[in-house]
C-alpha cells in the first residue's frame, strides 16, 4: 500500500485516489492512538514506540482479515512482540548510556491530566519504576494493569501460559506497588506545587526550595552525555535546593520556564537565552514534590512541540 507518513502526529495515511481505505488501514488507524500508548508505555520511548508501529502496521497488512475475530486485541498482541524484541535491544543500548537514563518525554493534552489513570501509567516516575522490571514482567503489568486486557490475550502476546501470566501480574504488580507514588494528587494540587518550584527557580530563592520540595525528594537529570547533567540522582530537599541555586549562581544565563504538560502531568520546559534547554517533569505527593526529573539530552526533546495523541481505549 502506498502510504505517507505525517512526522508530526507519526500517522500512516493513505494517499488519494483510493476512494476509500481498506479494511487493513481502516483497523490499523483506528487503533493507532492505543498501539502508540501500549508501545511507549512498555519502551519509555517515542521514537521506538513508532518502530514498533511501523513494523505492528507491516506484519497487519499480510493479515487474512477475514480470520481475525477481534482487530483490537490482534493489533495489541502484535505491537507487544515487537515491543518486546525491542526491549531486550534497548536494554543492550541503556548499559552504554552514559549517565541516568530517562523516558523520552511526551507533550500531552490537558484532558490527559483529568484522566487520573492514563496520567498515572505515563507519568515520569511511574515509567521509572517499569524500568526496573524484566521486559516480560513489564509487558504483562502494562498489559494487565493498565489496559485490563485478559490474561488469556495477554499469554497469546507474550507467548506464555494464562497461569504462568497470572504469576507474572502477581509478582509485577507487588514490586511497582513498592516503588510507585503513594497517592495521586489532583491536577490543581499538582499546578500549585509546580507553580510554586517555578518561581523560586526563576528567583533563585533557596528557602522557596526548600518550602516546595518534600525531605525524600530526588532529582534525576538526563543528559545522555550530549549535554552537562547530574551524574548519579541527588536525594534530599537541601542538597537539590542548593545544587539548583548554586547552579544557576555559577551560570550567567538568562533561565525562563514555561508551564506545560509532559506526559499528563504538569511540567516546565526552561530555556536558557531563548533556548530550549530542557524539560522538567515532576512528582507531587501531599502538595509537595517529590521528583524532578530533568531531561536535557536533545534528542529526547523532539515530542515537546507538538501534542501526542495517547488512549487506553
Known amino acids: 500500500m502506498n502510504e505517507r507518513r505525517d512526522a508530526t502526529a507519526g500517522t500512516a495515511e493513505p494517499m488519494a485516489g483510493g476512494g476509500r481505505m481498506d479494511l487493513a488501514t481502516e483497523a490499523f488507524l483506528a487503533h493507532r492512538n492505543l498501539l502508540f500508548t501500549v508501545a511507549y508505555e512498555m519502551l519509555g520511548s517515542a521514537a521506538d514506540a513508532e518502530d514498533a508501529l511501523q513494523e505492528t502496521w507491516l506484519r497487519w497488512v499480510k493479515i487474512d482479515m ?3 475475530s477481534d482487530q483490537r486485541a490482534y493489533l495489541v498482541r502484535i505491537v507487544t512482540r515487537r515491543s518486546l524484541d525491542r526491549l531486550r535491544v534497548m536494554k543492550r543500548r541503556k548499559e552504554a ?13 490537558p484532558d490527559v491530566a483529568e484522566d487520573v489513570e492514563l496520567a498515572e501509567s505515563v507519568s515520569m516516575a511511574l515509567m521509572l519504576v517499569l524500568e526496573t522490571l524484566s521486559p516480560t514482567e513489564r509487558a ?15 499469554a497469546a502476546a507474550v507467548g506464555k501460559t494464562p497461569a504462568t501470566v ?22 490543581s494540587q499538582a499546578r500549585a506545587a509546580v507553580e510554586s518550584f517555578q518561581r ?16 525524600e525528594v530526588v532529582l534525576v537529570s538526563d543528559g545522555g552525555g550530549v549535554k552537562q547533567a547530574v551524574p548519579r540522582p541527588i536525594t534530599g530537599a537541601g542538597k537539590v535546593a542548593r545544587m539548583i541555586v548554586s547552579g544557576l549562581g555559577k551560570a550567567d544565563i538568562a533561565l525562563t520556564s514555561e508551564p506545560t504538560v509532559v506526559n499528563g502531568n504538569p511540567a516546565l520546559i526552561l530555556r536558557v537565552d531563548g533556548e530550549i534547554d530542557g524539560v ?10 517529590t521528583g524532578l526529573y530533568y531531561v536535557r539530552n536533545p534528542r529526547k526533546l523532539t515530542r515537546i512541540a507538538a501534542e501526542t495523541p495517547l488512549t487506553l481505549k
Do not use: M, N
Open 166 to 187: 497470572r504469576q507474572i501480574a502477581h509478582r509485577a504488580r507487588r514490586h511497582v506497588d513498592a516503588r510507585r507514588p503513594r497517592e495521586a494528587v489532583s491536577p
Open 97 to 109: 548510556y552514559v549517565g541516568p537514563w530517562l523516558p523520552e518525554p511526551l507533550l500531552t493534552a
Open 66 to 68: 477475514g480470520q481475525v
Open 140 to 154: 504483562v503489568f502494562v498489559l494487565r494493569e493498565v489496559f485490563d486486557i485478559g490474561y488469556e490475550e495477554i
Open 280 to 289: 522538567i517533569a515532576v512528582r507531587v505527593e501531599d502538595a509537595r514534590i
Open 200 to 215: 523560586a527557580l526563576e528567583t533563585r530563592d533557596l528557602q522557596g526550595l526548600l518550602d516546595v520540595l518534600a525531605p
